[in-house]
């Protein structure tokens, strides 16, 4: 596959940050995929008349960023994170044999519309920016756990407003790759406890009143621009969190 052109570069930037940036963009464009080894820094720096250690502080970073991650001895490949499991860091989410199970999505609501200057501020529109509006429950064996609401650049993600809702999935990051080319490259959590109001108690089967944890996410493409902004709502009785610390 033949790299696809990138953006203009703001020169205002460092020249290892431009390139980080134009590796990031050949990865969003899945010139290398999920797995793929991305050129080595010789081939890098001769490819981009570069300096080894400018490749070099490039890599530093599209690792930190949880783009891509070097193997001892083999190289450095193209990562991205797993977003199917994020969910249980927080609830207590089990299958019958007691594993953990991806939930069914059930989209009740997608429209395009005005987003609220919250939702603006987080996704970077401005006043006239159209967005696309996703309700939507997860399920698990026909109980439902969790309350989303979505927000996404109309732009970027017309075709979710009219592709069938089987095409679209349980997961909506794959179907976000899928239908529209956009990957997610990360996130950034904010977690708070609330309480269920009216409609959190009917599409959650919860009283009005019971405590909710809630999840504001932000996550981002691979040019780093905020593609998604989603608020998860679930009864804080299914609440747990958990972290691998190393």
Not at 42 to 71: M, N, P, S, Y
Not at 225 to 242: L, M, N
Request: contains cysteine; charged residues 30%; aromatic residues 6%.
């Amino acid at each position: 596959m033949t790299a696809t052109s990138a953006p203009q570069p703001d020169l205002r930037l460092p020249l290892y940050q431009r390139l980080r940036d134009e590796i990031a963009h050949q990865i969003a464009r899945n010139v290398w995929r999920s797995g793929d080894p991305i050129p080595t820094e010789a081939e890098l720096a001769a490819a981009h008349r570069v300096a080894i250690g400018t490749v070099r502080k490039a890599i530093d970073v599209l690792v930190a960023d949880g783009l891509v991650e070097r193997q001892q001895g083999r190289g450095t490949f193209v990562r991205r994170p797993r977003f199917d499991r994020s969910l249980f860091r927080f609830f207590r989410h089990l299958g019958p044999d007691g594993a953990p199970s991806v939930p069914e999505g059930r989209i009740l609501l997608r429209e395009a519309c005005a987003a609220p200057e919250t939702v603006r501020a987080a996704l970077g529109l401005d006043a006239r920016g159209e967005s696309i509006r996703l309700i939507r429950t997860r399920l698990l064996q026909g109980r439902p756990i969790l309350a989303e609401a979505i927000w996404l650049p109309a732009g970027r993600f017309a075709p979710i407003l009219k592709a069938p809702l089987a095409e679209i999935g349980d997961l909506l990051y794959p179907a976000y790759e899928r239908l529209c080319g956009e990957i997610v490259a990360r996130a950034e959590e904010t977690l708070t406890i609330g309480i269920a109001d009216a409609m959190d108690a009917g599409r959650l089967e919860i009283a009005e009143g019971d405590p909710v944890v809630v999840i504001e996410r932000l996550a981002f493409g691979f040019d780093a621009r905020p593609i998604e902004w989603r608020v998860t709502r679930g009864a804080a009785k299914d609440f747990r969190y958990h972290v691998d610390i190393r």
